[in-house]
Every structure is written in C-alpha cells, then in structure tokens.
C-alpha cells in the first residue's frame, strides 16, 4: 500500500512536468497547426542553462525564471526566424521542426556532451509518513506547476490577450476581422508555449537526470498527453497529465522499467486507432488528411521528352557503377554499399510519399523488421537468406500494413509524430524481447551468404551491385505504379481526400495497402541490409535513423531520381568534408531547414526547375533574349488563382 | 426507369445546427430516370438537403433509403460505390495537376463494372474542357473549375448525381452546353437532382421541382405550375425571373 502512495505521489508530481511540456504543445498546435518537433529540445536546453547558473551558486527560483527567459526567447526566435515562413504549409513546418531538432541537439552536445546532469533540489529534504517519502523539492515542484496552471487559465479567460489568444484560437478568420493580429499571437503562442516548457525542463531535472538527447523522448511524450488530452485542449491536457504520468509511474514501478517507452507510444497508437480527438472531446481531429500536397509546381514542369528521359535514364544507369568503380578504397565503396542500402529505404518511403504525398518517419521501422525476421530465421532456425526473404516481404507488410492502418485511422496534423511513434516502438520491442532478438547485442549473422546466378554477395562489390538492381527495380516498381489506376486513386488521395472519398474510394484500405507495398520493399532492403552488414542491433534502426531516410528523401526531393541521389549525398559529402557525427547531425539539421525554406522541392526538381528554364532560354528567338528594356518573367507567376 | 417504388427516398429528414433549423422534417423522393429540380433563395437548406442525402452530413433526424435499403448511416465513399455521388458548391478538384491528369484520376475511381455511359473524351468535349486539358487545374478561372468537378463525377459513371449549383459561374452558352450534357446522360439512364438558382435552366431540364424555405418545402411539382405558385413567387421569384423562363421553354 505504502508503495502505491508513493507511486501515485511520484507520479502525480510527474505528471506536473508533462502538463508544462503538453501545454506547450497544444498551445502552439491549437493557433498554428503546427507541432514543434524541437520542443523538446527546448526543454532540454533550458534546463543546462538552470544548471550552469545553480552551479555558479545562483539561487534555485534564479535559475527557473533564467530557464523560462531562455525558453521563452527560443520560442521567439524560431518562431520570427523560421516557422513563420511555414505557416502556409505547416508540413514544411514539421520538417523544419525536425532540423531544428537536430541542430539543437548538436549544439547541446557540442557544448555539454552527452552525458546526464541534475539540476540541485530546490529544497532538499522531505519528510516521511509510513514507509512512503515525500521530498519538499517534489512537493515544490508539483505547486509551482499547479499555481501556474491555475494563472494560466485565469489569465486566459479575464486578461484581454488571453481572450484575444482564445479567439485567434477558435476562428482565425473571424478574430482577424475584429481586428486582432492573429501573427502576433501566434508568435505569443510560441513564446509562453516555450516559456513553460524552459520551466518544465528545470523541474523534470530535479527530478531526474538529463542528457542532451532527451529531446526526442519528451517531445513524444509531451505529445502523448496533448493527444490523449485532446490536441489544442488545454484542460485536457492537464486531466491527460496526471493520467499518464500516474500511469507511467505505475508500469515503472510494477512492471519493468524498460517498458516506459512502449506504454508512452502504445498510448498514442491506442488513442489515435480508437479516439482521434482524444480521451474527452468525442469528434475527430480533422476531416482531411494532412498530406505534402502543395506540390503543384514540381508536377505541372513541362514533361521531359523521351530523348531527354532516356539520356537521363543511360545516366543514371552508367553513373552508379561509375560511383562504384572509381572509389578510391575499400573504405569508400563500404560507405558506396551503405549509401545503396539507404537509397532502398528511401524508395521505400517514396511508394508512399509519392503517391499519397503521406510523410512517414518509419522507415527504420519497418526496416527494422525485415532485417530482424530474416536474423531471428537465421538465430533460431538456422535459415538462410531466401527464407528471410520469403518471410520477411509477408510479415513486414503485415507491419506496414497495421501502420497504414493507424495513419489512415489519423485525420489530423499530428501523424508525423505517430509514425515516429510506431518506429520508436518497434525499436524498442527489437531491444526489449531479449529472447527473440539478443537484446542489445544484437544478431550476428553465421549464416552462409547467397548466390546470384554468377554472382555472389561476399565482395563489397558484389553487394553494392546486388544492392543497386533492388532499387532500381523499386524504382522501376514505382514508375510503374504511378500509371496504374492503382497509383491514380492513391493520387486521388493526395490531392483531394475528401473528393477521393466522394468518388467513392475506400480511402483508408488504399492506405493501409500502399503502406504494405511500401513495406514489401523495406523488408527486402532490410534483409540485404542483414547479409551485407551481417550484423544487426536495435540501435542499427533507432527513430534517427527513420528521421535520416526522411531527410534524404527531402533533399533528394521527389522523382524517380531524388532518393538514390539524396541517400549518396547524406552519406557520402559527410565523409568528404571529414565530419564528426555531431557535425554532421548540425549539417544536416541546417541543411534540412535550408531545403525547405529556399526550395522546398529538393535537389532534383529544382535542377529540373532550373534545366527547363534553360531550355526556354536558349530555344527563345533572338528578338526576345535580347530584349532588355521590357523584362519578360522568365517564370510563369505562380499564384495566380482565381 | 422502373416506377413505382422511388430511387431515393427520404424521410423526416432534419438538420439543425444548435439553433439554426438548416432543415426540419423533409419528405423528398428521386424517382429512378427523373431529374429533380430543387430550389429556394439562399440560405434555405438547399446545400444542406443534398449533403445529407449523399452522406457529407448525418442528419439530426430522419432516415434515407437507396433502392428500398437503409442507407441514412452509409458514409460518402460507400455512397457513390453504390451508385450516389453529388458534386458540392465549392469544393476543390484535384488541384495540382493537369486537367487530364485530373480527368485520369477521376476515371480511376470509376467502378469498374460499369458499361452504359459517356467516355472521357465525350464529357471533355461536351463540358467544352478541350482546350484546357494540358492546364494545371488550380489555376483555372472558376467556370472551368466547375466543369471539372462536374466531369469527375460524371466520370464515375453514378446511377445519382447530385448537383449543387452546377451552373454557377458558367456563360449561357456553357450553361446550354451542361444542360444538353445532363439531359443525354438521362437518357442513358442517369438519375439526377440538381440545385441551381438560373431557373432558366431548371425550368428547361427538370420533370420536377421542390421549393425549399426556411429549411422547408413550400411547394412541390411540374416546374411550369410551381412558378406560377404565389406563394413561391412571394418567397422567391419575384416575376421576372418567371417571365425568363416562360420564354425559355
Ligand atoms: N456548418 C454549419 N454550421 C451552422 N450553420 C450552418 C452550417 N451550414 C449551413 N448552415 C446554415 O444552414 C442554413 C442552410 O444553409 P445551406 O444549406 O447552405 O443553404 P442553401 O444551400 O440553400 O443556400 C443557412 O442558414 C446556413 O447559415
Ligand atoms: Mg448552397
């Protein structure tokens, strides 16, 4: 009994850190759409600054309003400096998100490495009733969350700029016509959704020890709570707290520890397949699908002709063999082997992100899972690469299919983060079930490698070639896929799911089965990945890994290209410019912001952009090139709609 | 068409939002081959009434039934697979591609056992659609946005189609052009209901109008009687629109 006080004690005063996180988050989403994935990260952030000031001997409630200045400010800064440039669009929003995730926890590293730091109590002692202990540092904690829940709530419905945050809440369009500036309570939005969470970050690091990569996990929960609670809910969120945080406490404390994570995304997975608007609201989030289908402008470039496509098509066949050939060393064709590895699981993502326009952080995922059934076939029953491959395509679709399912079940603007969610899950499912998996150690391949015909797989390169006709059949796969009245209706989905619906598509089925087909070609790049590399552990397909396909498949951008060209540049340009893996997330998080604010199309189709509008030069009669006095637009205006 | 029992029959059907009675209790049959004409001044639950029947909206009460079964609980995809599709006011097409791409997809989602029916290339060439096929549709003037949701859902080949104001935004000679378009699609079988305010339109293609106020009927029957009907003509017409479609047909 004493045991359980003290659980739901603990995890009540837990819960008051993930309402200040949750809050956070339903604050921002509730005016602007929009998730932060970096949130979390703010978190993280402000808590190191608390810890530096307490180190320097400034008193505890000194530090706390220093971490609430310096998560208010990093509110305010990304909002001006970038997500203020997404709001249009607020799935580039997401990815932007994502890069300032990573950057963020590059500079954390860089600064404060990676290991755990406590912020000092605010008091230290407690005292005891029964064998239960209550510290006065918790007690604190769970007061200073609650008066401020009680000012927020109070502020928001007697001060003038809570009810004007309210009503840009509720109808934009409506509060604009009465004259409120709805962009500056956006930007206020983000500065007191920040704010709390610099205060939460200080509190949680009373409680227990930090690290700079905590950014990914908070931000899941924080999102966890604000789903449950119903997103853009603010009471929910905090009834939504306490529930979760009670919970979280009990499975830890009853069950194992290390089941933490799967109940934080079994939570979301729960929430979203059977109460999308949350545990106490009835309703669905939102009608339509939140898919990237602003993409009118790459589509409608004029098609190439069928010279320029075949030149295109002897490129990109004589180049990757190129590649290959001339790599200087064995190092080098290794990261070749790797880059061709990835360049698989992009595609994979593309069967989706193609069709339906559905980003999906969970590649690894499903990666994971066509890589480890092939490992546990070999582990267990001592099959080999065919066997994996027979088995693996069934049952990684099956995955793919249950998170094609979930997604379809998803109307909102939250679905990014529920199929991180699914992938962080899987990962930890790989390393939890210690007897079907190895755990942590990983499976080590002992298995006698396949033979092609006259090939085989022991040589680097024999792999990368092996390797390279798999994506190319996926992307052979994909064009044929596009044509097909299959590929049709998954468009239909991607530009218009409330049309598609009413033309009679069964919406959700098609979702769940292009997901499947996407998992089909992950599992077959997930067994190559197994005997190529013979080595496998849960941290080989870790959720970064899951947001590395995604990055490579935005810089890449779209197209049949883009992907393969995406995964050789993520892994190839780190190693020419000799990067340490830190600098290389800062690079890349940087460079994935770049990408989406200045040509959110990607590599490709903006060299398309580009070639085209050469073309159009050269080919224009001389009258016109020369004419200097009346600047003709080069480019069609491009917002010209009724 | 077979008589007797109606296509789709609704009854009772209400929608109230909070205090806003969009429609209160509301008897409408669509008999199978007909083209019904419903019409009432703006804000009269037209759009309401069309929704709920092709599942966009779940009335508040009432119930609807598709060829004698119960389908007041049938979603919109369910719908229009068996044969109920309904172009709205003002919702987009496929935005960002060409309009054959657009007319590509729409036929996609065609049934595929369906035979009797026009083929793409005769709906482009009635909808008058030729000369835009390569255009991305976003960035069409809003007559040919219209035509395009109106191809769509032609292109799905319905037995029902519902039509919300179809002619908005079209020129008379459009409009000539869609009315002879929906009366060859009658008579391969078509069943169509349609709102529209040009009565000259509606005077020329319906077998039937209801009169819609308030969220109820007013009045109901051959179009020539109905707009002769003081009462419409109090609540709605006014007398030239009257005289308009005296002329017209
Ligand atoms: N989503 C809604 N919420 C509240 N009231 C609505 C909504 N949609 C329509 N209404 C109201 O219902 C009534 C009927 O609307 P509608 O069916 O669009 O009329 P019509 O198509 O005949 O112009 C109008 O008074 C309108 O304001
Ligand atoms: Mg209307």
């Known amino acids: 009994m004493d045991i359980l006080i003290q659980t739901v004690f603990n995890g009540v005063v837990a819960s008051a850190v993930y309402f200040l996180i949750a809050a956070g988050i339903t604050f921002v989403f509730g005016l602007t759409k929009l998730i932060n994935f970096a949130h979390g990260q703010f978190f993280v952030l402000a808590m190191f600054v608390a810890y530096e000031l307490t180190r320097l001997g400034l008193n505890f409630f000194v530090a706390a309003a220093a971490a609430i200045v310096v998560g208010a400010l990093l509110g305010y800064l990304s909002e001006r400096l970038l997500f203020r440039f997404t709001s249009a669009n607020p799935y580039n929003g997401l990815i932007v998100g994502l890069g300032l995730l990573l950057v963020l926890e590059a500079v954390a590293l860089k600064i404060w490495g990676g290991f755990p730091v406590r912020v000092p109590a605010s008091f230290s002692g407690g005292f005891g009733v029964g064998s239960s202990f209550f510290s006065y540092n918790r007690i604190t904690v769970l007061a200073i969350a609650v008066a401020l829940a009680a000012v927020l709530f109070r502020l928001l419905k007697s001060s003038r700029l809570g009810q004007q945050l309210q009503a840009a809440h509720e109808n934009p369009v409506a509060a604009a016509h009465v004259g409120i500036n709805v962009g500056r309570m956006v930007t206020y939005a983000f500065i007191v959704g920040s704010g709390l969470a610099g205060l939460g970050g200080v509190l949680l690091g009373t409680l227990q020890p930090m690290s700079a990569f905590d950014g990914h996990g908070l931000i899941i929960k924080g999102f966890a709570v604000a789903l449950l609670g119903g997103l853009g809910n603010l009471s929910g969120a905090m009834k939504a707290s306490v529930l979760y945080g009670v919970g979280e406490t009990l499975v830890a404390s009853y069950l194992i520890p290390d089941f933490v994570p799967i109940f934080t995304y079994g939570v979301i997975i729960v929430v979203l397949v059977f109460r999308p608007g949350g545990l106490f609201e009835k309703g669905q989030g939102s009608e339509q699908t939140f898919s990237r289908n602003s993409i009118g402008r790459i589509h409608r470039q004029r098609d190439l002709t069928r010279g320029e496509r075949l030149t295109v098509l002897l490129v990109a066949l004589a180049c990757a063999p190129m590649l290959f050939e001339l790599a200087p060393d064995s190092h080098a064709q290794a990261l070749l082997v790797v880059a061709a590895l990835y360049a698989v699981q992009v595609y994979a993502l593309s069967y989706v992100y193609e069709t339906t326009g559905i980003l999906s952080i969970a590649q690894a995922g499903l990666m994971l899972v066509g890589a480890y059934t092939g490992g546990v076939l070999a582990m267990h029953l001592g099959l080999g690469f065919w066997w994996a491959l027979l088995v693996a395509v069934p049952v990684t679709a099956l995955f793919g299919g249950a998170l094609g399912f979930i997604v379809a079940r998803c109307t909102g603007h939250y679905l990014l983060l529920t199929t991180l969610a699914f992938s962080a899950l899987l990962y930890q499912v790989a390393l939890t079930a210690q007897s079907l998996t190895n755990g942590d150690n990983g499976i080590i391949l002992a298995q006698e490698l396949p033979s092609f015909g006259p090939f085989g797989f022991e040589s680097l390169r024999e792999q990368f070639y092996v390797i390279a006709v798999a994506a190319a059949l996926a992307v052979g796969g994909l064009a044929i896929l596009r044509r097909t009245r299959y590929g049709r209706q998954l468009l239909a989905i991607r530009e218009n799911e409330s049309l598609a619906r009413s033309l009679g598509l069964r919406v959700g089925f098609l979702k769940t089965t292009i997901f499947a087909l996407s998992g089909v070609v992950s599992a077959v790049g997930g067994v190559l990945y197994l005997y190529s590399q013979r080595v496998i552990a849960p941290a080989s397909f870790e959720t970064a890994l899951s947001i590395e396909i995604v990055i490579m498949l935005v810089l890449g951008g779209r197209g049949l290209l883009g992907p393969a060209i995406g995964a050789v540049v993520f892994v190839v340009v780190p190693e020419l410019l000799g990067l340490t893996p830190i600098d290389q997330q800062l690079v890349f998080g940087a460079g994935l912001i770049a990408v989406i604010l200045l040509s959110p199309d990607g590599f490709v189709p903006t060299f398309r952009a580009g070639y085209n509008r050469l073309v159009r030069m050269i080919s224009r009669r001389p009258a016109e090139t020369y004419n200097i006095v009346d600047p003709a637009p080069q480019v069609a205006p491009q917002k010209e709609v009724v | ?249």
């Open chain 2, 1 to 249: 068409m077979s008589d007797g029992t109606p296509l789709l029959e609704a009854t009772g059907l209400t929608m109230h939002y909070g205090a806003v009675k969009a429609c209160t209790d509301l008897d409408v049959q669509i008999r199978g081959g007909e083209i019904l004409g419903i019409i009432g001044p703006n804000g009269s639950g037209k759009s309401t009434l069309l929704k709920m029947l092709a599942g966009h909206l779940r009335p508040t009460a009432g119930s609807i039934r598709l060829r004698g079964s119960d389908v007041t609980r049938w979603k919109t995809d369910r719908l229009a697979r068996a044969g109920l599709v309904m172009t709205s006011q003002n919702q987009m097409v496929f935005g960002g591609v060409s309009v054959r791409e657009a007319l590509q997809i729409g036929e996609a989602c065609r049934r595929d056992t369906r035979n009797a029916g026009l083929t793409t290339a005769q709906i482009v060439e009635m909808l008058h659609l030729g000369e835009v096929l390569d255009d991305t549709v976003e960035e069409l003037p809003l007559g040919y946005l219209r035509r395009v949701g109106i191809a769509l859902a032609i292109g799905v080949q319905p037995d029902i189609l519902l039509l919300d104001e179809p002619a908005a935004g079209l020129n008379d000679e459009e409009t000539e052009s869609l009315r002879e378009l929906i009366l060859r699609l009658r008579e391969a079988g078509l069943t169509v209901g349609i709102v529209d305010h040009d009565m000259t339109l509606m005077v020329a293609l319906c077998d039937r109008v209801i009169v819609l106020d308030v969220g109820q009927i007013l009045a109901q029957g051959e179009p020539h009687d109905v707009i002769k009907d003081p009462a419409v003509i109090d609540a709605y017409l006014g007398s030239p629109l009257s005289f308009d479609a005296e002329e017209a047909s």
